[in-house]
Antibody
Framework: QVQLVESGGGVVQPGGSLRLSCAAS????????MHWVRQAPGKGLEWVAL????????YHADSVKGRFTISRDISRNTLYLQMDSLRVEDTAMYYC??????????WGQGTMLTVSS | SYVLTQPPSVSVAPGQTARITCGGK??????VHWHQQKPGQAPVLVFY????DRPPGVLERFSGSNSGNTATLTISRVEAGDEADYYC???????????FGGGTKLTV
């Protein structure tokens, strides 16, 4: 059974940085692409980033391009999201998710980020 | 960028059939996937592709169709436990981005 456990959320001031992690188990991590998806309070889902199974390609939403970077450590079965130059509008629940041929197939429970002064 | 449009809300009586639509330009040429999110919970994939594919454990009451500019998630014999937000999702190969619809709140 696939388990995705996010961590690293918290409260950060505007302009600050934070790194989110997502530990994967129950899956051959090196075989699948992985996503980050966020959801602002009371709002819908917003895709943030995708990294291919081998890390060879990364894609980022326009709203975070140049500020956020998705990465993965296959040896640790862990996905990361490095977030810099944070803005108030980045406040959201951040979910990691496993990809299968462009289907977001499995979701973690999320970690909350609040950007506030 | 590619846009998916969903009605904000759909209301249906228990035991009836709910149909949630997802509109997009020529969406019939894309694979459309559906996610269910109950209050306070993470989303869950409930239907994928535009064929009759459901993830393991998802009830046969969930089905989908896709043609032209509209994809539809159909939930038959609706139960109170189906009350949730539903999101359609595609991969836009033009932008190399995942796109979600705005979500539809199903009220039973």
């Amino acid at each position: 059974q696939v388990q995705l456990v996010e961590s690293g959320g918290g409260v950060v001031q505007p302009g600050g940085s934070l790194r989110l992690s997502c530990a994967a188990s129950g899956v051959t991590f090196s075989m699948y692409g992985m996503h980050w998806v966020r959801q602002a309070p009371g709002k819908g889902l917003e895709w943030v980033a995708l990294i291919q199974y081998d890390g060879s390609r990364r894609y980022h939403a326009d709203s975070v391009k140049g500020r956020f970077t998705i990465s993965r450590d296959i040896s640790r079965n862990t996905l990361y999201l490095q977030m810099d130059s944070l803005r108030v509008e980045d406040t959201a629940m951040y979910y990691c998710a496993k990809d299968r041929i462009s289907i977001i197939e499995n979701w973690g429970q999320g970690t909350m980020l609040t950007v506030s002064s | 960028s590619y846009v998916l449009t969903q009605p904000p809300s759909v209301s249906v009586a228990p035991g009836q059939t709910a149909r949630i639509t997802c509109g997009g330009k020529n969406i019939g040429s894309k694979s459309v996937h559906w996610h269910q999110q109950k209050p306070g919970q993470a989303p869950v994939l409930v239907f994928y592709d535009d064929d009759s594919d459901r993830p393991p454990g998802v009830l046969e009451r969930f089905s989908g169709s896709n043609s032209g500019n509209t994809a539809t998630l159909t939930i038959s014999r609706v139960e109170a436990g189906d009350e949730a937000d539903y999101y359609c999702q595609v991969w836009d190969s033009t932008s190399d981005h995942v796109v979600f619809g705005g979500g539809t709140k199903l009220t039973v």
